[in-house]
């Protein structure tokens, strides 16, 4: 987790007992590396900051799906890195969030989090981006059922640690290969149902400090679905033990499609139009000569003859018309 206090709610999570708690969603410990990756996106507290306190979803070129309990201040205190990128890089591009989107009674003052997702709007766009679906309910519901396979993408930290929190987040993002789960446990209860995702997850392969908010990706014929963003887990969490089966939550955009909607359209009347390229074709001077029709008649000399084009043709001299 930031030093700067990105998610100043995890005082309250130390208090919690591990076998009860459920803790802010913190990076992807036993995972790969993903930098260059196109979708995850690091929240930074400033534009030159090196290290980040929450992960994000770069869905469209102005476009970041995060956890609405990152979002602790506001727009311009956020700034978004270059997708997939290193963020002790100075060099590389970060833009200014502009607007913020939150469910409507949105609260980070009690856990587990209802409703955890958040829409950032940037001022300009990034060019290097994923084309991506966004899952519906049902889709969700599905694959949780089947407990199919999904991917977690974040920076956080790395790892264990005895109790939260844990070491400075990862300066480059990592993911792991997880599955749903179809099993809610107990301590997500009090979740209204059917209005967020879960994964499965372990000692072994765990989300941690930094990774709320991080994109859980669904791959589908080849195309990248993203489903939600990291919310909260029970146990686990970078620390060394965990409960009888360890799980994570997601807030999703299934459910708050009319936020989706609204964020869209700002995007769309705050876009500038792009200016038309100029033509290289040369310009042409037209006259009302050049649009008059031409004729053509023929003239003739003894056996010569001779055809004349123009919109005024004369036969030449020792010529007649014929």
């Known amino acids: ?44 507290r400033s534009e030159m900051a090196t290290n980040s306190g929450c992960s994000g979803g770069l869905v469209a070129p102005r476009v970041v799906m ?35 989107y939150l469910p409507e009674g949105f609260t980070a003052t009690k856990f587990p989090y209802q409703n955890d997702f958040a829409i950032i709007v940037l001022k300009s766009g990034f060019e290097n981006y994923e084309t991506l679906e966004i899952a519906t309910n049902e889709q969700v519901l599905k694959w949780m059922s089947e407990e199919s396979i999904v991917t977690h993408i974040g920076y956080g930290c790395t790892v264990l ?15 792991l290969e997880t599955t749903f789960s179809k099993i809610i446990p107990q301590q997500f209860s009090a979740l209204v149902p059917n209005t967020f995702s879960a994964t499965k997850i372990s000692v072994e392969k765990t989300i941690c400090g930094g990774d709320s908010g991080s994109p859980l990706l669904k791959q589908v014929d080849g195309k990248w679905i993203y489903v939600g963003a990291q919310s909260s887990s029970n146990g686990a969490g970078c620390t060394k033990t965990c409960n009888i089966f360890c799980a994570a939550t997601q ?25 038309p390229t100029p033509s290289s074709t040369p310009t042409v001077n037209v006259t009302a000569a050049s649009l ?6 023929t003239c003739v000399k003894g056996k010569l003859v001779k055809k004349v084009m123009a919109v005024k043709p004369v036969c030449p001299k020792g010529y007649n018309k014929k």
């Open 1 to 44: 987790m930031s030093k700067r206090g990105f998610l100043s709610c995890l005082v309250a999570a130390l208090t919690l007992s591990l076998f009860i708690s459920v803790s802010p969603a913190m990076s992807i410990y036993g995972g790969t590396p993903a930098i260059g990756n196109k979708v995850v996106v690091a929240l930074l």
């Open 66 to 100: 995060t956890a609405a309990h990152c979002m602790t201040s506001t727009p311009n205190n956020y700034w978004i890195a270059e997708p997939g990128s290193d963020v002790r890089d100075l060099s590389t591009k970060r833009i200014q969030a502009e607007k913020i």
């Open 161 to 175: 640690v005895d109790v939260p929190p844990c070491a400075p987040t990862s300066p480059t993002p990592n993911q």
């Open 251 to 275: 807030g999703l955009p299934a459910v708050n499609m009319p936020l989706v909607e609204a964020a869209l359209k700002f995007v769309a009347s705050t876009t500038p139009t792009p200016a």
């Open 292 to 297: 008059a029709k031409k004729i053509t008649i």
